[in-house]
């Protein structure tokens, strides 16, 4: 930072009450009031220097009252003037340069009044030491936020802009000023200078300041699109309140409607500065702030905007990205999967209207197929959440269509989960949770932990030993491929005739009667088979092919050594029925 020292004298101002003062021999024959604070001067020391006030002082009146209330910068800028008259010492920083430079033209402090005055001098610093000068613009700039009309109409704000756009268009080889760069692991003595050098210290700036800023850089077309979003990322990380970490800022100002409205300008800019480029930010920048939005209360305009945004991303997403903490009703903080929710259904929308025919090579296929994965991932986290309900979890888990779970491995580790974290829940609530596994999509190691977990309604238990006796058969050429239709899970239960309108009908929920009267008979043609599995079970007759392929064993004799009693089994069905 650079500063200029005008002046020789010391200071010799004074502080009496709410006076200001200057010590001398002559008493004082001008006063001066700005806001609440009064000025006893000298007209000798002042009027020569100053054309306003030898116009306001043009009567040969011995004392004078004058009030400079709109003097800009106040009486701080107005002292470093009056200062610079006495001949008294003054220190130019970019910190003080403005409102010094707009009181002195304010008292035409120029040329035409005297040689070598003070505005000349203004303007030598701020042309020859500011504006050459990489963070003496920055801070410059920032001081422009208290007078901007002044500041606009003096050419300062233009000059500043100019500068620091200037340097940072400056190829990272050519840079050789000090900036501020707090990155993990970066060693300004052993690296060179990184693309994105500037984006820390303009992070320092009013949001107006910066926009312009970024603005200005943008219209160039020189940087890449993720460059911009890199400075985006940085200013939202200094000034947006940590949603990542739950529970309100320390801060007593954050209850304040001030702090509010504060935040959510700066929010909506960043998010209208967004380039359009796709890869310009990160699907976890555009989550987090979805998340800084809901805490803000922002408008459903901006939040619809963040979740189309996240919604294009999403299959870019790691668990990570998801997993924001909410507060509960109780206060408890509990993982925030409405938003989950939210960008999810964003995503389905756009995947609907633009995903064909479903192909194994098509990027729409593979794009679900990822979403797919996450989601589960996710919602195996989530399901240790003990506030989180039942609900919410099937909500999440069946927002996706058939089509996106090659297998339900990942959707049963899941529920294993919650049901292991949430142990009271009802038996309808654990029927509900575990109607969206499909067993016939688990593979082989999966429905070996299914058939012995406890925590499963024996209904689910049945079903998996339905189909691996299933699989046995087909293996033994007993079944000929393709005379039993594959199982969507709704059709793992038999459904009654009246209630076939509630029945979901895979992905097209808009088919014919006929249609859902044809499924239904398959469903029951399938439910005569479990209830014959039944009966076997009840007779200890239920075989399985060793994946070995040494032979078949009594399944009846393998489930009453492992704890899996047939008989206890159908009692339980029973009640559970």
């Given at each position: 930072m650079k500063f200029m020292k005008i002046g020789t004298k010391p200071d010799t101002f004074y502080t009496e009450e709410a006076t200001r003062t200057v010590i001398s021999d002559l008493p004082s024959d001008l006063t001066i009031n700005i806001n609440n604070i009064t000025y006893l001067l000298h007209k000798f020391s002042l009027l020569p220097k100053c054309g306003m006030l030898q116009q306001l002082?043009?009567?040969?009146?011995?004392?004078?009252?004058?009030?400079?209330?709109?003097?800009?910068?106040?009486?701080?800028?107005?002292?470093?003037?009056?200062?610079?008259?006495?001949?008294?010492?003054?220190?130019?920083?970019?910190?003080?340069?403005?409102?010094?430079?707009?009181?002195?033209?304010?008292?035409?402090?120029?040329?035409?009044?005297?040689?070598?005055?003070?505005?000349?001098?203004?303007?030598?610093?701020?042309?020859?030491?500011?504006?050459?000068?990489?963070?003496?613009?920055?801070?410059?700039?920032?001081?422009?936020v208290k007078l901007p009309e002044w500041s606009e109409n003096l050419g300062i704000t233009k000059k500043c802009i100019d500068s620091i756009v200037e340097r940072i268009l400056t190829p990272p080889a050519q840079v050789s000023w000090s900036f501020t760069y707090t990155r993990p692991g970066y060693k300004k003595r052993h690296q060179s200078v990184p693309k994105d050098w500037w984006t820390e210290d303009i992070s320092d700036l009013d949001i107006d300041l910066f926009r312009c800023i970024v603005n200005a850089v943008k219209s160039t077309y020189?940087?890449?699109?993720?460059?911009?979003?890199?400075?985006?990322?940085?200013?939202?990380?200094?000034?947006?309140?940590?949603?990542?970490?739950?529970?309100?800022?320390?801060?007593?100002?954050?209850?304040?409607?001030?702090?509010?409205?504060?935040?959510?300008?700066?929010?909506?800019?960043?998010?209208?500065?967004?380039?359009?480029?796709?890869?310009?930010?990160?699907?976890?920048?555009?989550?987090?702030?979805?998340?800084?939005?809901?805490?803000?209360?922002?408008?459903?305009?901006v939040k619809t905007e963040l979740v189309r945004k996240a919604g294009l991303k999403l299959e870019e997403a790691t668990v990570g990205d998801l997993l924001f903490p909410s507060q509960s009703a109780s206060g408890q903080l509990?993982?925030?999967?409405?938003?989950?929710?939210?960008?999810?259904?964003?995503?389905?929308?756009?995947?609907?209207?633009?995903?064909?025919?479903?192909?194994?090579?098509?990027?729409?296929?593979?794009?679900?197929?990822?979403?797919?994965?996450?989601?589960?991932?996710?919602?195996?986290?989530?399901?240790?959440?003990?506030?989180?309900?039942?609900?919410?979890?099937?909500?999440?888990?069946?927002?996706?269509?058939?089509?996106?779970?090659?297998?339900?491995?990942?959707?049963?580790?899941?529920?294993?989960?919650?049901?292991?974290?949430?142990?009271?829940?009802?038996?309808?609530e654990k029927k509900r949770l575990c109607r969206i596994l499909d067993c016939r999509k688990l593979s082989p190691e999966v429905r070996a932990h299914a058939v012995k977990n406890e925590r499963l309604p024996l209904r689910t238990v049945v079903q998996v030993l339905f189909f691996e006796q299933e699989g046995?058969?087909?293996?033994?050429?007993?079944?000929?491929?393709?005379?039993?239709?594959?199982?969507?899970?709704?059709?793992?239960?038999?459904?009654?005739?009246?209630?076939?309108?509630?029945?979901?009908?895979?992905?097209?929920?808009?088919?014919?009667?006929?249609?859902?009267?044809?499924?239904?008979?398959?469903?029951?043609?399938d439910e005569q088979k479990m209830k014959r599995l039944e009966r076997k079970m009840l007779r200890g007759e239920i075989e399985e092919v060793e994946s070995s392929g040494k032979g078949i064993e009594t399944r009846g004799e393998e489930n009453s050594r492992k704890g899996h009693d047939p008989r206890k089994m159908l009692q339980r069905i029973s009640r559970d029925r």
């Open positions: 002082c043009s009567d040969d009146s011995d004392n004078i009252t004058i009030n400079l209330h709109d003097i800009p910068g106040g009486e701080e800028a107005f002292e470093l003037c009056a200062k610079f008259c006495y001949g008294i010492t003054i220190n130019l920083s970019a910190h003080n340069v403005v409102p010094a430079f707009c009181a002195a033209k304010f008292l035409r402090m120029t040329e035409s009044i005297e040689k070598g005055n003070f505005v000349l001098k203004l303007e030598a610093f701020f042309n020859s030491c500011v504006l050459e000068g990489w963070k003496d613009s920055i801070a410059t700039l920032q001081t422009t020189i940087f890449p699109p993720q460059l911009i979003g890199e400075a985006l990322h940085v200013y939202a990380c200094r000034w947006l309140p940590d949603t990542t970490k739950g529970g309100a800022p320390e801060s007593s100002e954050a209850q304040t409607d001030i702090y509010l409205a504060r935040k959510l300008r700066i929010l909506e800019s960043i998010l209208n500065m967004i380039p359009s480029d796709r890869e310009s930010v990160s699907v976890g920048f555009l989550l987090r702030l979805l998340s800084i939005a809901n805490y803000l209360g922002s408008s459903t305009v509990i993982y925030d999967t409405d938003l989950v929710a939210a960008v999810l259904e964003g995503y389905s929308i756009v995947w609907r209207r633009q995903s064909p025919a479903p192909l194994e090579s098509s990027p729409f296929l593979k794009s679900i197929r990822n979403v797919g994965k996450l989601i589960d991932s996710y919602l195996q986290v989530v399901a240790k959440d003990a506030e989180l309900p039942v609900q919410k979890l099937v909500s999440l888990a069946e927002a996706l269509p058939d089509i996106a779970r090659q297998d339900h491995d990942g959707l049963y580790k899941a529920i294993n989960i919650y049901l292991k974290e949430h142990p009271d829940i009802s038996k309808a046995s058969s087909r293996a033994r050429g007993n079944i000929q491929p393709g005379t039993t239709e594959t199982m969507s899970r709704e059709k793992q239960i038999a459904v009654p005739e009246h209630d076939m309108n509630k029945l979901h009908l895979g992905g097209d929920e808009k088919s014919s009667r006929d249609e859902a009267t044809r499924r239904v008979k398959a469903s029951e043609t």
